[in-house]
């Protein structure tokens, strides 16, 4: 999700400091790019029995293969040229093991059905965003000359390029649905610098819209936003801008930033199996920790002291993380801002979600994890329950045993999460949105807990 000028600073400062180096560099990843030994092979095949077989590029070496019902796994080749691939994110060398061809060839053999690389229309833009920034986009459109709905697709926190990375601009036009992407400001050729302003970006998102529309013409059928993360406060906010079809978020949040952190630090604690008397102490933490950061650390460091010195000897303090709380507490002060002023993003910290959700007439869908540990859900849910029960257009899906990403995992003995796919229909449920505005009863085992215009389940 978000993440603070600080938490860059102590992870870049971990080699210095004892101090947990839970967060990223925030846009460390802007200088990600795919594998250049397999990226000749990045795109769609397409199988004899109709389905597809989606091969992307991943951050790193290799490949990462993905189908409509969720199933994925990273490939890598060998030096023999076979691939090998491991189930979802996980090093067990279990599942469908595709082999592909030359990248001439451009052929895929899955599970013993030969697959052809797609061929695609795509069309590459540049627009303006919002302060005049160019940024530069792609549309891709379903065959035939005939309306298509168009998602725009709205980044996360990452700063790669979402030109390189996102995959739905190859498999959703393969179910029909066209989609508009663009690498955000400070990314893949994308003039200005990376930024978590959810106003700059959501303008950014905004203009978007509106390119995918002049670039479609009259191809352009229901038109829409579709974003995830982050996206989940940016792609509202760009539809109260600019008149749009349909918002579809995934693993978003209906609060602010500063309460995901503390959510996160509840839900580490609680995991540890401390009570209601230490998560009280904690909010008193959070709420320091929340103050100090809102600010860019202006208000000064006395807030820090003062609950380091009244818990710092608690057995619980320890096991305090969340997404910037357990490094501000374990970090010298000189050193945070020492380092600090350099890696300041601008996040929106003070935005509020809800007056966007409670004035926005867009028909909305939401899909939630329901084992978040990224983006805890619990407040959201009530929160886009209670909008729905009260008429606004917003339906929730929610998926148990997944999380961030909508993604299923196993426990094992030591009680750690392997992630080892998509949930079933998550895919699916995204696509039918945009298509239609509607939803069929099932999608896997995904549970509605609203719709619009409707009861939840």
Known sequence: MSRSWFAVALAIASSVVAAPAMAQFPGGDAGARPDPAAVCHVGLYRLADGG??????????????????????????????????????????????????????????????????????????????HGGVRLKGRLILPPGDGPAPIMVEVHGSEAASALDFNAYQRFAPASGVGVFVYAKRGSGGSEGRYTQDFHILAEDAAAAVREAR???????????????????????????????????????????????????????????????????????????????????????????????????????????????????????????????????????????????????????????AANDTEAPPEATRRRLVDLSAQGRPIT????????????????????????????????QAVLDWARTGRLDPAYGDGRFLARAGGTAR
Request: with cysteine; proline share 6%; glycine share 14%.
């Open 52 to 129: 597809w077989v989606d091969v992307a590029p991943i951050d790193g070496k290799g490949l990462r293969w993905r189908r409509l019902d969720g199933s994925t796994g990273r490939m890598t080749q060998d030096a023999e040229g076979r691939w090998t691939s491991t189930r979802g994110w996980t090093d067990r060398v279990e599942g469908p093991q595709p082999q592909l061809g030359s990248c001439a060839e451009g052929r895929l053999v899955f599970e013993g059905q030969v697959g052809e690389r797609a061929a695609w229309n795509a069309q590459e833009t540049t627009f303006v965003g």
């Open 396 to 427: 929730v899906l929610e998926y148990p045993n997944t999380d961030h990403g909508i993604i299923r995992f196993e426990i094992g003995p030591d009680g750690r999460r392997s992630e080892i796919g998509y949930a079933p229909g998550y895919f």
């Open 214 to 368: 002049r670039m479609a013409g009259n191809r352009a059928g229901r038109v829409g936003l579709h974003g995830g993360s982050q996206g989940g406060w940016i792609a509202p906010l760009a539809a109260s801008l600019t008149p749009v079809d349909f918002v579809s978020v995934g693993f978003g949040l209906a609060y602010g930033a500063l309460a995901e952190d503390s959510d996160q630090v509840m839900l580490d604690l609680q995991a540890k199996g401390w009570g209601p008397d230490v998560l009280e102490k904690a909010r008193e933490i959070t709420a320091a920790t929340g103050a100090f950061t809102a600010s860019n650390g202006r208000i000064g460091f006395a807030g820090l002291e003062a609950v380091r010195a009244r818990y710092g000897a608690e057995p619980w303090f320890a096991d305090i993380k969340g997404e910037f709380t357990g490094m501000l507490l374990n970090a010298p002060n000189e050193q945070i801002m020492a380092l600090a002023p350099k890696f300041d993003v601008g996040t929106s910290w003070d935005y509020d979600p809800l007056p966007v959700l409670n004035a926005l007439n867009t028909p909305m869908l939401w899909i939630q």
